[in-house]
């Protein structure tokens, strides 16, 4: 089981993403690289995955987003902002 606030990060993450995902669909982009620091968001559309609540039904529809579109790409990059503060 997910810990409450790692879901809450992840819905906005996933959030955020179906909505990037959505402009580009509708602009007819065809090749575009997406990167996100949560791993959660990345692997899930990817490789599958299943949870019971909101962030399942963000996840799948972005898996179905990504997975319509050939020339998308998802990867995971590391958080490396805050290393300053």
Known sequence: MLHLSLVLVAECEAT???????IFVNCDYNRVNFESDCQIVVNTPINGGCYDNEL????????????????????????????IA
């Open 16 to 22: 955020t993403f179906e909505h990037a995902l959505q």
């Open 56 to 83: 399942d039904t963000l996840l799948c529809s972005c898996r179905s987003l990504i997975s319509s579109n050939s020339g998308y790409n998802l990867s995971y990059v590391r958080r490396q902002a805050n290393k």
